[in-house]
């Protein structure tokens, strides 16, 4: 029987949306709950299988991986963009790369879920209510606060709507944003160190790519006010991490709310897992309703039209 596989289901829920139904008998769709790092592991796990469904980026394909599955002939990623696949690799084994539809809406709703959770002392709050206790903190306000936004295309200009209506000045800094536009947003133009030692709250959404690999380094990390938050929900290798571990460990800003990670899962004994004065969540910014309605229907049309020898969404190197 014709394998299609999809990996990294972590609820153990993918088979329940996309109606994969729909696909022909003689295909047998499999869910790999477990993620699976290890190389070999992976190879042999997706032996024989013709199509593959990747979750976003959280399983790589190299090209040391790619070479090594021959039977291998559709790949899908969720979303149109995926840095965690070689595409050229893929191509150059005669596989074709396909994605789906993505929301936007539920990163920048998990954001601000962070930002209230740190600003609110909302987690501690719970904790003491739960284990009998009452007023424990004094939270901030975002009203007549700073938001500074690391980058400002479609997730950022969400942010920025948001976080006017809360009564916040907000900045933004990319390295190719237009000043004109962003005042058509509503938004302060600034260079990328003032936007770190004037903001209250700094929330990363940036595309990740070589030249944007630790974007926010020591830096930026130590112009910021020791009263001022980091949220990242974007990627986790845009920060540099020790030096945000550090600078919470020392006291040097008043917290951190971390949607995405170096490496996912999150291992174990991960520093950040023990950091103080954090917000953690793991990488739910997708992971809604709606998005995974987007994916997993997009996945089975993907894979219909590749049966049908027209397939849809084709991503190029």
Request: glycine fraction near 10%; aromatic fraction near 6%; charge should be negative.
């Amino acid at each position: 029987m014709k394998r299609i596989v999809l990996l990294d289901d972590y609820q153990g829920v993918a088979l329940d949306y996309g109606g994969w139904d729909r696909v022909p008998d003689e295909w047998q769709v499999v869910a790999l709950e477990q993620h699976i790092d290890d190389a070999d592991e992976l190879v042999e796990a997706l032996s024989g299988a013709e199509i593959v469904v990747a979750m976003r980026e959280r399983t790589p394909f190299p090209a040391a991986i790619l070479d090594r599955l021959p039977d291998l002939k559709l790949l899908i990623t969720t979303g149109m963009g995926n840095v965690a696949i070689d595409v050229a690799a893929a191509r150059r084994n005669g596989v074709v790369v396909c994605g789906t539809g993505i929301k936007g809406a539920p990163t920048a709703e998990l954001s601000w879920g962070l930002i209230l959770a740190l600003v609110r002392s909302i987690p501690a709050e719970h904790d003491s209510v739960r284990s009998g206790g009452w007023q424990t903190t004094i939270g901030g306000d975002l009203d007549g606060a700073t938001l500074g936004l690391v980058g400002l295309g479609r997730l950022g200009a969400r942010m920025a709507r948001i976080g006017a209506a809360f009564g916040m000045e907000v900045l933004a800094w990319s390295q190719n944003l237009d000043p004109a536009a962003a005042r058509e947003a509503g938004v302060e133009s600034v260079e990328k160190l003032a936007l770190f030692e004037r903001a209250d709250v700094v929330s990363v959404h940036y595309r990740l790519s070589g030249r944007s690999r630790g974007l926010v380094g020591g830096a930026e990390i130590g112009a910021m006010k020791p009263s001022a938050y980091l949220v990242n929900t974007s990627r986790g290798p845009l920060v540099d991490t020790d030096a945000l571990v550090a600078a919470l460990e020392r006291g040097a800003i008043a917290g951190a709310g971390i949607d995405v990670y170096d490496t996912e899962p999150l291992p174990a004994d991960h520093p950040l897992r023990r950091a103080p004065r954090t917000v953690l969540t793991p990488h739910l910014g997708y992971v809604t309703e709606d998005t995974y309605d987007i994916f997993f229907s997009d996945a089975v049309e993907d894979v219909l039209a590749y049966l049908d020898g027209v397939p849809l969404r084709l991503i190029e190197p």
